[in-house]
């Protein structure tokens, strides 16, 4: 510190010495979702809906399509499970605390569906290759759900976030024109996600590299892809990419909106293309074939047979591009695992933000960046 100014800046990326990479060498395809739950803590679901779409992507598999709408809902709730965490503890930062409640209170309601349909509030494990832990227990009642969520706790609570920050004074002279990031800065530094977006970088693989519901016929009968826009912003700063994330969450709320009556029938589970999607519990114990399949997979590990092969499989995930790059060897297990983290890639930029501005601006720089100490571990 030079007073109060930021001379220099290192950042640091912490010991949580969670291993999650090397793990994914000593565990199967299904077996490592419960450790990638744990990177991006704030939006688990996500991690497990990126992980297996690399997985299904090196097996080949073509998941149903309930699935994909399924995947595709909690993926879009899940962002706005983030968001709304980064745009309450943007006001908390800076002293309204009121503003945290605003964001944080509705987060429980989307708990309580992850609960509904995982069994498990915060790590739920969800996906398997090829489909789902198990289909949804009622789906009425997980349509009641979310509907009550986006149409009645989630308006209100934006709308009571940008009443409260959006014009106060105090929030935009300690937002506006701090931590700037330049267009071109964001490209050579490899930003994604809202941090690109706040600084004009019109970039967002649900447009670019569309999966999921985000691409046309995904159900393969013609259907059309989701609309929704994506927020751009040009100034680049703090205030910016928290107005791209209030912008993202409304956003997210229409593809769910548009999908949340459009779940087709059938299964989840994509049990006849591939002998490494794990079969239904009816087929276990009413077909020899389903037997010998979950003994082959969860008894002897010899159903693992991926092709020998390299992939790279990424999600527009809430901080930016959360990918993974599989090596295989044709064994059960990968033989490589690597992570493309959002938060890893976006910390980098700490130190060029932070330099030469107050002290106190170092908190709503960080808070912008909306780092997740679990996927800056190596």
């Not at 997210?252 to 794990?278: C, H, M, N, Y």
């Not at 890893?344 to 170092?362: C, P, R, S």
Request: hydrophobic share 40%; with cysteine.
């Amino acid at each position: 510190l030079d007073g109060e100014r930021v001379a220099r800046c290192t950042p640091h990326i912490g010991y949580l010495h969670s291993g999650f990479e090397k793990l994914g060498e000593h565990l199967d395809y299904n077996q490592y979702v419960t450790i990638v739950s744990r990177m991006d803590y704030l939006s688990p679901i996500h991690n497990d809906i990126t992980w297996h779409g690399a997985v299904e992507k090196l097996f080949g598999i073509d998941i149903t399509p309930r699935c994909k709408v399924l995947r595709t809902i909690m993926n879009e709730l899940a962002r706005i499970q983030n968001h709304l965490l980064c745009v309450g503890a943007a006001g908390l930062d800076l002293g309204a605390f009121t503003a945290f409640l605003y964001g944080f209170n509705p987060r429980e309601k989307i708990y309580d569906i992850v609960d509904y349909i995982s069994g498990q509030r915060f790590h739920p494990d969800w996906t398997r290759v090829g489909g789902l832990m198990k289909d949804l227990p009622d789906e009425e009642v997980f349509k009641r759900m979310v509907k009550s969520f986006i149409h009645d706790d989630l308006p209100q609570a934006v709308k009571d976030v940008e009443k409260l920050v959006n014009r106060n004074r105090i929030f935009i002279e300690r937002t506006k024109g701090i931590g700037v990031l330049s267009k071109e800065d964001a490209i050579a530094w490899s930003m994604t996600g809202p941090i690109a977006r706040a600084s004009g970088v019109k970039r967002d693989l649900r447009k670019d590299e569309p999966y999921l519901c985000y691409k046309d016929n995904w159900d393969g009968q013609g259907a059309e892809a989701v609309k929704f826009q994506v927020p751009i912003c040009e100034d680049g700063d703090v205030y910016a990419r928290f107005l791209v994330r209030l912008e993202e969450i409304k956003q997210s709320a229409k593809i769910v909106e548009q999908l949340i009556d459009r779940i087709p029938g059938g299964p989840v589970d994509a049990f006849a293309d591939s002998k490494v999607v794990k079969p239904s519990k009816a087929d276990v114990y009413g077909s020899i074939e389903g037997l010998i399949q979950h003994f082959e997979l969860i008894m002897t590990n010899r159903g693992w047979t991926p092709p020998v092969a390299e992939v790279y499989g990424a999600n527009e995930g809430p901080n930016g591009e959360q990918g993974f790059y599989i090596v295989s060897d044709g064994g059960p297990r990968p033989w490589r695992v690597k992570t493309r983290p959002a938060c890893f890639i976006n910390y980098q930029i700490m130190a060029k933000l932070t330099e030469g501005h107050m002290l106190a601006d170092v908190v709503a720089v960080l808070g912008s960046i909306n780092v997740v100490a679990a996927e800056l571990d190596r």
